[in-house]
């Protein structure tokens, strides 16, 4: 069967898309990308390309960009361009420059699709791309999903051709007689690719000749695996992850007795902010007295007596009180002390127990409650708003300093961190007139 | 913790053996078999050693096998040595270098031991080995069970030192200060691992500093991921292998809808001598019309209607007929014809249908029967056993003469696959004074 065929059985046999789905191609102008378009235009289907220039290369980033202009025009078909400061974009988010390309690139295409209405995204991963992705896995360290490879239909994108050889694409290529442009990149990502396609395979391939044909049936096998491990780790957690109300319980001596106890444990964590890296920590646990614990952003797993309970870092919330005005509030943590004043332009107190707001961006009533997850305000002297959970973090509060943090917040903004920082939309500024004061134990 | 604390340590954790245990010590003289053999002794284990000389690297393999005497003389242990005729070996039983050499040095092993009366063999493999053999299977392709490197404790033979790394090794013997041979080997497997260790290797740590420790770990998650695999494996069984008397039956459609297909489409029969290799021609029963089947050795996988049936090659036992003394039995295949007579040192008839054999070691009854999967012999002329399945291929008997093939049997040992071969334990000697003839349809 050619690779047209196998292409369009491809399609059909797994239920990607149908005819009647509109396509956004993503198309970098590479060998791969355009064995893509040109299959799509042979069987009629109804897409569009997309093409990002990431201005890594200078000029030969543009060239590739007046390429896939061209192929666009060529073939008659839509195309949409855009250029990245992907540099920029990566210093400011703290990303490597691979990581932020990957976050544009998958973010403009979605916002295209939305817009645009397309159905879905199509990209022109292949079979070497995927035996490259798992050996990468397993060199940098996985559990059974990492060697399923790339998946085939994930939301909105889809890979069809996944099925098929480089080798495939490049014959293919060369028997239409297209033209393409050498994709050259020097990304961390890329550079490991590299290698793995350039030096590892041909040496391997030296001594196991069948070693391409290998490593894609390796992912057919582990895909199945992966599926059964799955329905094992269901079976398992309904026995060994039991919900009381916010919380989960793990009787202890029932994992260690099971089949995998480090491996069920990590599934049953995984999902409420733990690491692979803290599992071993974790897993000290199991041996050691009550009232241990460790923590993730969110959650805390706890050693109580035969079980470890796995529950949301604060309790459900305790209270919510209610400030309608001037005056005394009582809370757990204390009180608080609520006055306005005019202000005069005196100095700001600098106690921590002492909040000066600007009183004309503040309309009762307020409300006093501990902070919960998902938090988030302007910490003052910052224009960009943070999560209180990475604050906490970063003014290093102690566990318990973090458990009986208050907040107090007006129609779902926060204004204040109770004893900790005002939020800057709140502050004193050259036009403040007057002053709303709140006071902490005082 | 030092090396001999953990080996001391991880002995005990994973109930490897005990002090009162006589143990057998492979050691080629190489760096790990000789920490092995330091460990043991500081330990105080009640142990010897035993050397292979395979004869592969002339002088060098007499210089290994003196290295590891004067090892054991100068520690004080017995050592067990033999010097095997590798190359011979392998050539008359159509194994490569590699193969015959572990062929010949387990069964050498196990034979000390059960004469000797060790309770345990013990190799020297370690931490690095097993990632080696780890990768070798992955790039040759594997299951999960692939993944799980070399077993740590399996029957008779326990590895102690898969915990440990090479590094871990070297340094204990540089501290120790001990001498050890070059292990140089131009072995197929050892060229794959060497090339592993010394080129691929250490081009990964240039990417991935963590690689060892990485893939030191993977083994560890495979191996629980291999557990819970079986557990959802034998679930599937119970459902999609249905045994009807000697049969498997498969239920296509449920098996089509499981998560696993092919996985579980090749658990059930991969016990009945299917290869994978096979697998593929099997799954293309799923699509066929009845009647259509794949044959391994012993059994055969038949699409029947709404099933696959997996059946041993010959239906189960046609009958078993009961010889008691000399005369005629009949029987589906025709009829035999016993009687005996004395032995003049004549001449051994050749006709296959004709067999001679040793009176003096034959009394009645004898069972006439077709031949199962088990069964095994000494074909004449072999002073080794050979399972009758691959004395059938060896010998390129079709289907039907496979299927037709009876035995006679005394005492739950073959004398005679009837008119083929007889067994080499019967066969007329210098000694024979009477001779018991049976022919068959003459």
């Known amino acids: 069967m050619d690779l047209f ?6 399609i059909k046999d797994r239920y990607l898309f149908t005819k009647n789905d509109r396509l956004l191609l993503a198309v970098s102008g590479g060998i791969d990308s355009v064995v893509l378009t ?66 544009l690139r998958y973010r403009w ?64 290529l060369e028997k239409e007689g297209l033209a393409f442009v050498q994709d050259e990149s020097n990304l961390k990502n890329d550079y490991t690719r590299n290698f793995i396609r350039n030096a590892m395979f041909p040496q391997m391939a030296a001594i196991y000749p069948e070693v391409e044909n290998n490593l894609i049936a390796n992912i057919g096998r582990f895909k199945e695996v992966d599926r059964l491990y799955g329905e094992a780790i269901n079976r398992h957690k309904k026995k060994l992850a039991l919900q009381k109300g916010a919380e989960i319980h793990i009787p202890v001596l029932l994992l260690q007795r099971s089949v995998a106890p480090s491996t069920i444990l990590f599934e049953v964590i995984k999902g409420y902010g733990f690491g692979a890296g803290q599992l071993p920590e974790v897993q000290c646990l199991l041996e050691s007295e009550s009232g241990h614990y460790v923590s993730s952003e969110t959650h805390r797993v706890i050693r109580d007596r035969k079980h470890l309970v796995l529950a949301p870092l604060q309790p459900a919330e305790k209270t919510r009180i209610v400030i309608d005005g001037a005056g005394r509030y009582d809370f757990d943590g204390g009180h608080l002390m609520i006055r306005t004043a005019a202000y005069e332009g005196g100095k700001i107190p600098q106690e921590l127990d002492r909040a000066w707001l600007d009183a004309k961006e503040i309309h009762f009533p307020l409300i006093l409650r501990p902070w919960k997850t998902g938090d988030y305000f302007y910490p003052l002297g910052m224009e960009k708003k943070k999560k209180v959970s990475r604050f906490l973090i970063d003014t290093k509060r102690s566990l318990t300093e973090k458990e009986n943090t208050w907040v107090v917040e007006m129609n779902k903004k926060i204004i204040w961190i109770v004893g900790q920082r005002i939020d800057n939309r709140f502050r004193i500024t050259g036009h403040t007139k007057n002053i709303m004061e709140i006071s902490c134990n005082e």
């Open 109 to 172: 295409f979605e916002d295209i699709r939305k817009v645009e209405g397309f159905d879905y995204i199509l990209t022109a991963h292949h079979a070497n791309d995927n035996v490259e992705t798992v050996l990468m896995n397993f060199f940098r360290g996985t559990g059974i999903n990492g060697l399923t490879g790339i998946k085939e239909k994930n939301g909105a994108i889809i890979r069809p051709l996944l099925f098929a050889k480089r080798k495939e694409l490049e014959d293919f």
């Open 38 to 103: 040109a299959l799509c235009r042979k069987a009629g289907f109804d897409f569009a390309i997309a093409h990002c220039n990431f201005q890594l290369r200078g000029a030969a980033s543009d060239a590739d960009e007046s390429f896939v202009k061209t192929l666009a025009d060529q073939f008659e078909i839509p195309c949409f361009g855009i250029r990245f400061n992907t540099k920029d974009f990566a210093l400011e988010n703290k990303l490597s420059t691979q990581e932020a390309a990957r976050e």
């Open 5 to 10: 065929s196998q292409f369009i059985r491809n």
